[in-house]
């Protein structure tokens, strides 16, 4: 199951694929919602078979192979009892074999083709030979994965009669889910070099079955006939997964994983660690997640359109948060909103949380240096107002907080020494908006551009209402391939933001550097089907040409500079008032009257928190990534690392599988199975050979 704690899987050298959550992690730390370096982009690492992380094989309680022999156990055992009737067989195999692909696409993202072990092994030391088992082909490890997606998706319900008791269990809705899914993944780039229609064409099938199943289970999109002010509805997907009761009858939660707020008798939990993280210092919380600043000026304006095309608005960069898309409100915090909570703090904790009562919460978040040389010291951040001190934090990452002010029930138990930590609020790992965005994709793959705007429409429609036309949209997109392709992959990373979507994305489309280099590799790994160059096919900027920055608002230093102390109030020494924080629930538009040239807000409140930023503060982007003395700023994608290579432990520990092409074998040569055929070389004997091969071209 998805881990509710959260976990940051880049320390202990514990890491595993863990389903990702939306934290900055080995893998989405790389992307572009973040700032800084991630693992796996950082110019001063280098990645060969003895410093690859390990998600072949980490550990005994947590490797894979452990959780596909739990898998493999119940479908045996099952189907072998005498009392359990055939239904509750079905459903027992069924569930199984959902979280026994689950486990094999996380491999197989990583290494195309492995290991494919259907039954029971043996657990006696002294059958080790048997337990080698060489690798599979990709095409072979694929069918795998959606042939017991597709199995358990048969078996299965569309939705549990017992609701009460059973919701979170896997449907036959989210088993197609994933099955579509999956066959996206094998149909993009870095499985697809040559952009194989067939692919694309399985892939439109599973997803609209998976579709069909979920309406057939009364999954849909939540509130899509009242989206609410400014996402308002939207935002409590995350917040009342609770079945049927959300969204007018609608589910829109397709695979979730339930939590809880309260520890059994021996101290276990699965508490939610996401708003426990996201919250601000003084508000009790973790700290916050910090968006990069490229996000953030990523997000449509009110219209749809692009901050950088011609529409309706104009993008203040300073003023970011004007005509903004509705989801934007909902997914950052910015200075000058409400962010409430349920929950009290006592006077003790007024030094460092000033905001005692929840229901007063205020995200009041201003920088200030004190000198002129801070200020201009690009990697340098500011202090910060509200006793937020050094947090750093200009935006916060908002998304999939239970803020009071939506109206719903916490799911947390708010604690003055623990914050939100006992937190029952359940990890959404497939949402039904995503579902259209996998069909969108799909469609547009398999050459059915109607389809797939019409899919990709209705995710917009939801926010912007069905009174909005094309919500921004270019119809012209519906005859081109690769506009309409980046026009997903586009709304992929607004609606699905910080969800944890986006390094797939990212890496199945190869967008770190468009796979430019993958002949060094091996001469048949061109995207030769998508031009050469994913990237200039899509158009889009490969990410290792993108520095990250954090976005900071600070007083203008000629208008104000001081101490570094909580004590300093800035609002105070300059005789100002603060600005009324926003509730979220204002008209948040603005444009210029074309007679005066003056800017007139559809609400007096945003126009007050407007002008006091564009009096008084000023934009920064700070610097995250620092070079060194032996290169420059920009990340690096090594172009080994889309098809990962096996560490050396793994093939001590299984010496039946050979190591991927690219990559240094446990022999001293290089690998020899390729994830690309589909007839790839598996003998060990050959990897041997090339070995010896490699040593007597090192002699000579």
Same mark, same amino acid.
């Given at each position: 199951m998805p881990y509710a704690k959260g976990a940051n899987n880049t320390t202990d050298n514990f890491y595993p694929d863990l389903w990702p959550v939306g934290m900055k992690d080995a893998l989405s730390g790389n992307t572009d919602e973040f700032t800084g370096y991630g693992e796996y982009n950082d110019p001063s690492k280098t990645w060969d078979n003895t410093t690859v992380h390990k998600y072949f094989f980490y550990g005994i309680n947590e490797s894979p192979w452990k959780k596909i022999r739990e898998c493999n156990d119940v479908i045996q055992r099952c189907n072998e009892s005498a009392t359990l009737t055939q239904q509750q067989k079905e459903w027992c195999e069924g569930q199984a074999r959902f979280f026994r692909a689950s486990r094999y696409f996380r491999l197989f993202k990583r290494y195309g083709g492995v290991p494919i072990v259907k039954e029971l092994q043996s657990t006696v030391d002294g059958d080790r030979d048997k337990l080698a088992v060489p690798r599979n082909s990709t095409e072979d490890t694929y069918k795998f994965i959606i042939d017991d997606l597709v199995t358990a998706g048969n078996y299965l319900p569309?939705?549990?009669?017992?609701?009460?008791?059973?919701?979170?269990?896997?449907?036959?809705?989210?088993?197609?889910?994933?099955?579509?899914?999956?066959?996206?993944?094998?149909?993009?780039?870095?499985?697809?070099?040559?952009?194989?229609?067939?692919?694309?064409?399985?892939?439109?099938? @599973?997803?609209?079955?998976?579709?069909?199943?979920? !309406?057939?289970?009364?999954?849909?999109?939540?509130?899509?006939?009242?989206?609410g002010v400014n996402a308002s509805n939207w935002a409590k997907i995350w917040c009342t997964i609770t079945g049927s009761t959300a969204g007018g009858g609608l589910?829109?939660?397709?695979?979730?994983?339930?939590?809880?707020?309260?520890?059994?008798?021996?101290?276990? *939990?699965?508490? *939610?660690?996401?708003? !426990?993280?996201?919250?601000?210092?003084?508000?009790?919380?973790?700290?916050?997640?910090?968006?990069?600043?490229?996000?953030?000026? @990523?997000f449509p304006m009110a219209d749809g359109k692009r901050p950088k095309e011609a529409g309706e608005y104009v993008y203040d960069k300073?003023?970011?948060?004007?005509?903004?898309?509705?989801?934007?409100?909902?997914?950052?915090?910015?200075?000058?909103?409400?962010?409430?909570?349920?929950?009290?703090?006592? !006077?003790?904790? @007024?030094? !460092?949380?000033?905001?005692?009562?929840?229901?007063?919460?205020? @995200?009041? *978040?201003?920088?200030?240096?004190?000198?002129?040389?801070?200020?201009?010291?690009s990697q340098r951040a500011g202090y910060f107002s509200d006793k937020l001190g050094n947090s750093g934090r200009t935006v916060y990452v908002r998304k999939k907080s239970q803020d009071s002010g939506l109206g719903e029930n916490a799911l947390y138990v708010f604690e003055e020494d623990g914050g939100f930590k006992r937190n029952a609020q359940s990890v959404v790992v497939i949402c039904y908006a995503e579902v259209l965005l996998n069909l969108a994709e799909a469609a547009c793959g398999a050459g059915h551009g109607q389809d797939a705007f019409d899919a990709l429409l209705k995710v917009r429609q939801r926010v912007y209402g069905k009174n909005a036309g094309d919500c921004g949209l270019d119809r012209s997109i519906i005859g081109d391939k690769a506009r309409m392709f980046e026009a997903i992959l586009y709304e992929r990373q607004i609606e699905l933001a910080y969800e944890g979507k986006r390094f797939d994305d990212c890496h199945r489309w190869m967008l770190f550097d468009g796979g430019v280099t993958q002949g060094e590799i091996q001469a048949d790994w061109v995207p030769s089907g998508w031009g050469g160059n994913t990237c200039a096919y899509l158009g889009v900027t490969p990410l290792n040409e993108v520095v990250r920055h954090q976005l900071e608002l600070h007083f203008d230093p000629t208008i104000f500079t001081g101490e570094k102390t909580n004590d300093l109030d800035p609002f105070e020494t300059l005789g100002i008032k603060r600005p009324t924080a926003l509730t979220l629930r204002e008209n948040m538009t603005a444009k210029i009257d074309e007679q005066t040239g003056e800017m007139v807000y559809a609400d007096a409140r945003v126009g007050e928190l407007a002008k006091f930023y564009g009096a008084y503060l000023v934009r920064k982007d700070i610097e995250t990534m620092v070079s060194t003395a032996e290169m420059g700023i920009n990340p690096i994608w090594d172009n080994i690392m889309y098809l990962m290579g096996l560490a050396a432990s793994d093939q001590e520990n299984n010496p039946g599988v050979v190591q991927t092409v690219g990559w240094q074998s446990r022999f001293g040569g290089m690998g020899i199975f390729d994830p690309l055929s589909k007839s790839p070389k598996v003998g060990i004997e050959d990897e041997e050979n090339t070995s010896s091969e490699s040593s007597e071209v090192l002699k000579k």
């Amino acid at each position: 199951m998805p881990y509710a704690k959260g976990a940051n899987n880049t320390t202990d050298n514990f890491y595993p694929d863990l389903w990702p959550v939306g934290m900055k992690d080995a893998l989405s730390g790389n992307t572009d919602e973040f700032t800084g370096y991630g693992e796996y982009n950082d110019p001063s690492k280098t990645w060969d078979n003895t410093t690859v992380h390990k998600y072949f094989f980490y550990g005994i309680n947590e490797s894979p192979w452990k959780k596909i022999r739990e898998c493999n156990d119940v479908i045996q055992r099952c189907n072998e009892s005498a009392t359990l009737t055939q239904q509750q067989k079905e459903w027992c195999e069924g569930q199984a074999r959902f979280f026994r692909a689950s486990r094999y696409f996380r491999l197989f993202k990583r290494y195309g083709g492995v290991p494919i072990v259907k039954e029971l092994q043996s657990t006696v030391d002294g059958d080790r030979d048997k337990l080698a088992v060489p690798r599979n082909s990709t095409e072979d490890t694929y069918k795998f994965i959606i042939d017991d997606l597709v199995t358990a998706g048969n078996y299965l319900p569309a939705r549990w009669e017992e609701e009460a008791n059973d919701w979170g269990r896997i449907t036959a809705g989210a088993c197609y889910a994933l099955a579509g899914y999956v066959a996206n993944y094998y149909a993009s780039p870095v499985f697809n070099r040559k952009n194989e229609t067939e692919r694309w064409e399985e892939a439109y099938r @599973l997803n609209l079955k998976a579709v069909e199943m979920l !309406q057939n289970g009364n999954f849909g999109l939540a509130y899509e006939e009242d989206p609410g002010v400014n996402a308002s509805n939207w935002a409590k997907i995350w917040c009342t997964i609770t079945g049927s009761t959300a969204g007018g009858g609608l589910s829109e939660d397709v695979f979730i994983a339930n939590c809880n707020n309260t520890a059994d008798s021996e101290g276990n *939990n699965r508490f *939610n660690a996401w708003e !426990q993280s996201i919250r601000p210092a003084n508000a009790n919380g973790g700290g916050g997640i910090t968006p990069s600043a490229e996000m953030v000026d @990523l997000f449509p304006m009110a219209d749809g359109k692009r901050p950088k095309e011609a529409g309706e608005y104009v993008y203040d960069k300073t003023a970011f948060f004007l005509n903004r898309d509705p989801r934007f409100y909902r997914t950052f915090a910015f200075p000058g909103v409400e962010w409430r909570y349920t929950g009290n703090l006592s !006077q003790e904790k @007024l030094d !460092q949380c000033p905001y005692l009562d929840g229901n007063t919460y205020k @995200l009041m *978040n201003f920088a200030w240096y004190s000198s002129i040389d801070e200020v201009n010291d690009s990697q340098r951040a500011g202090y910060f107002s509200d006793k937020l001190g050094n947090s750093g934090r200009t935006v916060y990452v908002r998304k999939k907080s239970q803020d009071s002010g939506l109206g719903e029930n916490a799911l947390y138990v708010f604690e003055e020494d623990g914050g939100f930590k006992r937190n029952a609020q359940s990890v959404v790992v497939i949402c039904y908006a995503e579902v259209l965005l996998n069909l969108a994709e799909a469609a547009c793959g398999a050459g059915h551009g109607q389809d797939a705007f019409d899919a990709l429409l209705k995710v917009r429609q939801r926010v912007y209402g069905k009174n909005a036309g094309d919500c921004g949209l270019d119809r012209s997109i519906i005859g081109d391939k690769a506009r309409m392709f980046e026009a997903i992959l586009y709304e992929r990373q607004i609606e699905l933001a910080y969800e944890g979507k986006r390094f797939d994305d990212c890496h199945r489309w190869m967008l770190f550097d468009g796979g430019v280099t993958q002949g060094e590799i091996q001469a048949d790994w061109v995207p030769s089907g998508w031009g050469g160059n994913t990237c200039a096919y899509l158009g889009v900027t490969p990410l290792n040409e993108v520095v990250r920055h954090q976005l900071e608002l600070h007083f203008d230093p000629t208008i104000f500079t001081g101490e570094k102390t909580n004590d300093l109030d800035p609002f105070e020494t300059l005789g100002i008032k603060r600005p009324t924080a926003l509730t979220l629930r204002e008209n948040m538009t603005a444009k210029i009257d074309e007679q005066t040239g003056e800017m007139v807000y559809a609400d007096a409140r945003v126009g007050e928190l407007a002008k006091f930023y564009g009096a008084y503060l000023v934009r920064k982007d700070i610097e995250t990534m620092v070079s060194t003395a032996e290169m420059g700023i920009n990340p690096i994608w090594d172009n080994i690392m889309y098809l990962m290579g096996l560490a050396a432990s793994d093939q001590e520990n299984n010496p039946g599988v050979v190591q991927t092409v690219g990559w240094q074998s446990r022999f001293g040569g290089m690998g020899i199975f390729d994830p690309l055929s589909k007839s790839p070389k598996v003998g060990i004997e050959d990897e041997e050979n090339t070995s010896s091969e490699s040593s007597e071209v090192l002699k000579k």
